[in-house]
């Protein structure tokens, strides 16, 4: 027998941990599929997938097979060496986009970091030291670190840090005269999410993607497009810009990809990928073998008709389902998103109230997410069972009915 583990709590939580997030009030400690236990044994429906990561839901058995074979194996070798499970993945990943070349890395924000200092070489080596302005949509979210933080559009998160990077401008998303405008031969690079993801789960325009598409043609920009969140089935195609038929320069792609494991990658043109020559760039988990066999597992389930068709079919019954449940009480102004990435944006009513919905449905055993303080967000797994799916709009339709009764208009 081993020591007894000590025993913590949510409470601890107050004293060890950094106080930068404010976590629900209790703690899981296990998971299965769609499903969620806490310390007490309170079962959860899960439907907001780890913020959009677990993509396979939870301890989905491939990806458990494929991290204890690997773990049995080989955990890391450091990039002096390559290993088996990189290169597999990449080729997958290559294969599968337009990609030619893969940078692997740890986190969405690595990603982006990757895919902005790549376009400001390729700028620099081939049109010199004045090409370097990055411009970025309004309310996008493209990471943490000072220099994605700066490129997202969301100043509450940027403010207070220090002198900001220069050469990073903001326009309104989805409007393409007013990038058209900001652009010029100074432009190294453009940084789009397809859907913006955590400003409210709003999918760009067509017609506003192929503008973007010519006009970084037109200057010789990259097109980064920024599908940390929006990757990896999550739209019904693998990715989605397949969706809008817009082929980027450059994507970044996290979060679901390791299906709760740490891992994302950078993935560009060879034309592109020979301007971060050997020392130019590195980290030194990025191509960790056990994270990326795990990917290697998840791209394997997820880039299949079956599942990609299935992501589809369920994204439209829940935002079908969601539109009837918020119907009679005039909750939501509208229902929006692609694939299983749903936003359900509150009505004029209850203006802002998302936060409050989201924990009475956590009352009534179910995780939802929120994205800004006026939309409701779901991403759960893509492979969702029916029964699961229903079972959390049934707790969904109870937590709506406590949440009008204690916020109803008067
Ligand atoms: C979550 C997210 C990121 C940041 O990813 P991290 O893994 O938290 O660094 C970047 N871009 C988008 C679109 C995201 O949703």
Request: proline letters at 5%.
């Amino acid at each position: 027998m081993s020591i007894q583990e000590a025993q913590v709590s949510r409470a601890d939580f107050d004293q060890v941990m950094v106080p930068n997030y404010a976590p629900a009030g209790f703690v899981p400690v296990r998971g299965l599929g769609s499903r969620l236990w806490d310390q007490s044994g309170r079962e959860l429906i899960d439907l907001s997938g780890g913020i959009a990561v677990n993509s396979l839901g939870h301890c989905h058995p491939a990806l458990v097979e494929a991290l204890t074979t690997q773990a049995n194996k080989l955990w890391h070798v450091s990039n002096v060496f390559t290993n088996e499970p990189a290169l597999r993945l990449a080729r997958k990943l290559t294969d599968a986009t337009f990609a030619d070349r893969v940078f692997f890395s740890n986190s969405g924000a690595e990603a982006n970091e990757a895919a902005l200092k790549l376009a400001r070489r390729v700028a620099h080596d081939r049109f010199g030291d004045d090409k370097y302005e990055i411009i970025s949509a309004l309310n996008s979210f493209h990471g943490r670190t000072v220099f994605t933080v700066n490129v997202g559009g969301q100043p509450k998160y940027s403010e207070g840090f220090g002198p900001r990077p220069a050469g990073i401008s903001h326009v309104k998303f989805n409007d393409l005269a007013a990038i058209e405008a900001m652009m010029s031969e100074r432009t190294c690079a453009v940084i789009l999410e397809p859907i913006q993801g955590e400003s409210g789960v709003l999918p760009a325009d067509q017609a506003y993607l192929e503008g973007v598409r010519a006009l970084c043609t037109k200057y010789n920009a990259l097109l980064i497009f920024d599908e940390v969140q929006s990757g990896m089935g999550r739209s019904g195609k693998l990715f989605a810009h397949q969706v809008y038929g817009v082929i980027p320069d450059v994507l970044t792609t996290a979060k679901s990809l390791g299906g709760g494991f740490p891992i994302s990658a950078m993935l560009t043109t060879e034309e592109y990928a020979k301007h971060l020559a050997v020392g130019t760039h590195g980290t030194t988990f990025g191509g960790n073998p056990l994270a990326c066999a795990v990917g290697e597992a998840v791209l394997d389930i997820i880039n299949t008709p079956d599942v990609l068709a299935g992501v589809v079919e369920k994204g439209e019954y829940l935002r079908q389902r969601l539109r009837e449940l918020g119907a009679p009480h005039d909750l939501f102004e509208l229902v929006r998103g692609k694939g299983l990435l749903v936003g359900a944006v509150m009505s004029p009513a209850y203006k802002d109230q998302a936060a409050a919905l989201m924990a009475a449905a956590e009352r009534e055993g179910l995780l939802v997410l929120v994205a800004g303080p006026n939309v409701i967000r779901l991403a759960p797994s893509l492979v969702i069972e029916k029964a699961d799916l229903d079972e959390g709009l049934a707790r969904f339709e109870r937590a709506i009915a406590s949440f009008v009764a204690q916020h109803a208009p008067a």
